[in-house]
């Protein structure tokens, strides 16, 4: 069983949807990061958090420490948000990065 | 915030030989994080590379296989030896910088013929 655990694989949504990404982690940690990664390969990291909840123009990102669970929402999709969202887990004393599969979201117009 | 570019972007490369990926950013950093992502694959951690001491390989992953230089703060080199068809992967160096998120480059797509 992986250590980070995202759901769903894919999803597919209209333009204007609300889309929730979830995370879920088994190990301790410190940090836990939600990452866009677009058709490139190049990744754009979105948020960082331990507790909480933070929020940048459309999206939010929860997490519940004691559930071991963190979610991404985006408000008002847009074609352009379509990409692949990762989750990575940053384990408690250390910079090292522990990474879901990814979601790979499209969103149609 | 941190700025990371990686050359090259992409290349094609026969089986045997041996590619050199340059990560530099634009701001010193300590640490220095080198990732494989293989097709349809999660990232994986292949190495840290402080500036000034030796690389630190995670399992499965040996210096001969993939030698990393740091020569400053602001600039490491991963090299991918003797290649095989699958070292096709994208590779990607990310920094960490003033203790928040991780920052990550462009990547570089290598596919091995």
């Known amino acids: 069983k992986n250590e980070v655990e995202q759901s769903p694989q894919n999803l597919t949504a209209q333009e204007g949807e609300f889309i929730t990404i979830n995370c879920s982690y088994s190990v301790g940690i410190s940090a836990l990061h939600w990452l866009q990664q677009h058709p490139g390969g190049g990744i754009v990291s979105l948020f960082m958090?331990?507790?909480g909840k933070k929020k940048h123009g459309r999206l939010i990102a929860t997490i519940n420490i004691q559930e071991k669970h963190s979610s991404l929402h985006i408000t008002a999709s847009h074609p352009r948000d379509s990409a692949v969202y990762i989750c990575?887990?940053?384990?408690?004393?250390?910079?090292?990065?522990?990474f879901g599969k990814g979601t790979k979201l499209t969103v149609n117009p | 915030s941190a700025v990371i570019s990686q050359k090259p972007s992409r290349d094609i490369c026969q089986r045997g030989t041996s590619l050199t990926i340059q990560c530099q950013v634009d701001s010193q950093v300590t640490m220095m994080f080198w990732y494989r992502q293989q097709p349809g694959q999660s990232l994986t951690l292949i190495a840290t590379?402080?500036?000034?001491?030796?690389?630190?390989?995670e399992s499965g992953f040996v210096i001969d296989k993939f030698p990393i230089s740091r020569p400053n703060l602001t600039f490491s080199t991963l090299t991918v030896s003797n290649m095989s068809p699958e070292d096709s992967s994208i590779y990607l160096c990310?920094?960490?910088?003033?203790?928040?998120?991780?920052?990550f480059g462009p990547g570089t797509r290598l596919l091995v013929l």
């Open positions: 990310s920094v960490e910088s003033g203790g928040e998120t991780q920052y």
């Open positions: 990575a887990a940053q384990q408690g004393g250390s910079e090292k990065l522990v």
């Open positions: 958090l331990s507790s």
């Open positions: 590379a402080n500036q000034g001491s030796e690389a630190t390989y």
